[in-house]
């Protein structure tokens, strides 16, 4: 069982960045895909970035490509979303997640974190 912990939301001003992190515990960080969603007030959840295994393949919304770059740390069990330029249509609750095989833009992911809120002021 792998259990995530996102941390780094806040508020911000619009322009400003964020760094989001995604902790993870258990053994098989590296042998699984690292997703980012984002899910607005009364939207559907979507896709925003992920990462495979090594981190060598990457994977982004178009409409984040960017502005928002993801990256994680094997050695540390921990992902990262770096968000820059941020906007008032970024605000949402972020989730990481995990899964095994390769890159999905949909949910079909096997393990979920909490959800850390951004919230950017105009």
């Known amino acids: 069982q792998v259990q995530l912990v996102e941390s780094g939301g806040g508020l911000v001003q619009g322009g400003g960045s964020l760094r989001l992190s995604c902790a993870a515990s258990?053994?098989?960080?590296?042998?699984?895909?690292m997703g980012w969603f984002r899910q607005a007030p009364g939207k559907e959840r979507e896709f925003v970035a992920a990462?495979?295994?090594?981190?060598?393949?990457?994977s982004y919304a178009d409409s984040l490509k960017g502005r928002f770059t993801i990256s994680r740390d094997n050695a540390k069990n921990t992902g990262y979303l770096q968000m820059n330029a941020l906007k008032p249509e970024d605000t949402a609750v972020y989730y990481c997640?995990?899964?095994?095989?390769?890159?999905?833009?949909?949910?079909?992911?096997?393990?979920w974190g909490q959800g850390t809120q951004v919230t950017v002021s105009s």
């Open positions: 990462i495979g295994q090594s981190g060598g393949t990457t």
């Open positions: 997640a995990l899964r095994y095989g390769g890159i999905l833009r949909n949910y079909d992911y096997d393990y």
């Open positions: 258990g053994r098989t960080f590296s042998n699984l895909v």
